[in-house]
C-alpha cells in the first residue's frame, strides 16, 4: 500500500521538475537565426550567443533599419529602410556582440530577385531595385531586356533594392508574402 503524497513532497517533486525544465531550455542549443544580422556580427552563433537583446541597436540606428524578433535579435530585412553602415550599432552594443567593421568591405547579406514575383521579370518598364542601388553598391545590372540580376561579388547585403521594390511592400500580405527582392545572409 503506498501512502499518500504529502503537501511537502508534492512542492518539492513540483520545484524539482520546474527546476529541470528551466534549465534544459536554458542549456539545449538553440537553432541558429536565419535572418540579415546587423554589420559587424562576427558570425550568427556568436551573435546569437553574446547579444543581449536589449534593442540599444535599433534604437540608435539613424535610418530605422535594425528590426527586433519577437525574442529580441536584431535582424534586417530592407522593407522599412537599408542600412547605410554608419556602424552606431557597434558603437552602442555593450556586450561586443557587434563590432566596428570596415563599411567598404562590409558584407551582412545578399539580394535575392524572384523572378516569378518581380515586375520587371513578368510586364516589363520596373527598374527601381536597380536605380536604389546604384547610387549605392551598383551590385543590380540589367540585361538586354532590362531584367534585374545581382552581382553577388558587388552585393552588400543593405537592402536598398527590397526597399525600393514595389512588390516587397505590397499592403495587407505579411513581410515574407509577395516579395520580389528579399535579403539572405547567402555567403556573408
Sequence with gaps: MTKPLSRRNFIRIAGCAATGAVAFTFLRP??????????GAVSPEK????????GKCALICPRQTIELSNDG???IDGLHNYCDFCMRCA????????IRINPKIAKIGEAVIDRDRCIAWQWHGCRLCAEA??????AIWLDNDLRPHVDIYRC????????ACPQSAREGSSK????AVSLHRGSA
Design 30 to 39: 538553440q537553432p541558429v537565426f536565419a535572418r540579415v544580422l546587423p554589420p
Design 47 to 54: 551573435f546569437q550567443a553574446a547579444c543581449l537583446r536589449c
Design 73 to 75: 535579435l536584431p535582424y
Design 91 to 98: 558603437e552602442v552594443c555593450p556586450a561586443g556582440a557587434l
Design 133 to 138: 542601388c546604384a547610387k549605392l553598391q551598383q
Design 156 to 163: 552588400n547585403g543593405c537592402g536598398a533594392c527590397v526597399h
Design 176 to 179: 515574407q508574402e509577395g516579395r
